[in-house]
Structures are given as C-alpha cells and as structure tokens.
C-alpha cells in the first residue's frame, strides 16, 4: 500500500510517517512537503491509497488542497490530519471531499486508531455486501444512523471517538456503495440490514 503524507513541517512528516510504517504491514510511505510535489511523487511512486493531508501547507491554506487532492484522486481516501482548529475547518474539509478529520492535538492512540481503518482496508470490500457479511459494529452503525443520530451522539452511544466514527461510516459507506447517510439508511431499510 501507497501512502502519501503532505506536511510543511519535517518533524510532523517524519513522526506520521514512522506511525504509518507501524500500523501496515506492508506500507510504502511517500513523504511530500508541498502539493506542487504530488505529480512527480505519483510519476515515481504510483498512485497513493491513502493521502494524508496538513490544511496548511507553503502552496495552500484551508480546505483548497483536500478540493485538489480530491479532483485528482476521486476514488482514494484523504485523512486530513491538522493543527488547525476543528471549529473552523472540519465541516468544511469534509464537505470538500475528506474522508477523516484529525487534530494533532488528539492523542497517538486516537490518530493511530483513525489512520488503522484506512490502512487495513481490505481490498474488494466494496459493493454491496449481504447481512451476514457486514460486522456487528456496521450494523450497529445502520441502527443508529437509522434513528437519525449525528456522529456526536453515535460516539457517545458506543463509547468511542468522533473521529473513529467518521472512519467507521466511510468504511461501511463504500462496503455497502453509498454516498451518504440517508442512501445507507433507505439500502438498509430495503434490503432487510436493520
């Protein structure tokens, strides 16, 4: 697996990377600094299956570098992991194509556990999958986006973080071909999952 970390800042890029490294078995880590450096990394490397992201970067600021990356890789999960400040760019990184919002401020295990989802994504999992193949979290997931819960409330019914539920439902939306809450609520609805 391919993964790309973008930071400005060197210390940031190399501790990320070296978690990375430690969560995948085998993972290749490309470590880039800017996204100007994004074309010559994929003509190097190849294609990433994972792009983890700073909002801040020398050659973008904000949620403009999650909107680039995800014209370019429409298909392939962006993480952005940041120190901006969530009240002002979470919605507006998810909203622009994000798949995960992390704030360097959580802790290791917090980001590790995020960053794990993504990495241990197992390949085919996509598509429709039936009852008996979803997980027992993926259905508790249904349950309570069916009762029309926020990612807030699903996190304290399970006793787990905001970001993990995030990483849960983007899991759960490609397993099942869906794009959006209501599509996964009205599939499950219709195809006997809840």
């Given at each position: ?166 990483v849960h439902l983007w899991r ?23």
């Amino acid at each position: 697996m391919s993964v790309f970390v973008i930071d400005g800042h060197p210390l940031m890029r190399e501790a990320v990377g070296a978690l990375i490294r430690r969560l995948g078995q085998a993972v290749t880590v490309i470590e880039l600094d800017r996204l100007a450096t994004v074309a010559h990394a994929v003509n190097a490397q190849g294609m990433p299956e994972l792009i983890c992201l700073e909002l801040v970067l020398s050659d973008t600021h904000g949620v403009s570098g999650v909107r680039e990356l995800r014209q370019q890789f429409p298909d392939t999960p962006i993480v952005v992991l940041t120190a901006a400040a969530a009240k002002d760019y979470e919605d507006l990184a998810m909203e622009a194509g994000a798949n995960a919002f992390i704030q360097k401020s959580a802790s290791a295990g917090e980001i590790a556990n995020a960053l794990r989802a993504f990495l241990n994504e197992e390949p085919g999992a996509e598509g429709l999958a039936p009852p008996e193949k979803l997980s027992k979290r993926q259905k508790q997931l249904l349950n309570l986006l069916d009762k029309g819960m926020s990612n807030r409330d699903i996190a304290e019914s399970l006793q787990i973080s905001e970001h993990t539920v995030k990483v849960h439902l983007w899991r759960l939306f490609r397993r099942l071909n869906v794009k959006s809450r209501s599509q996964a609520s009205h599939l499950a609805r219709t195809q006997g999952l809840l």
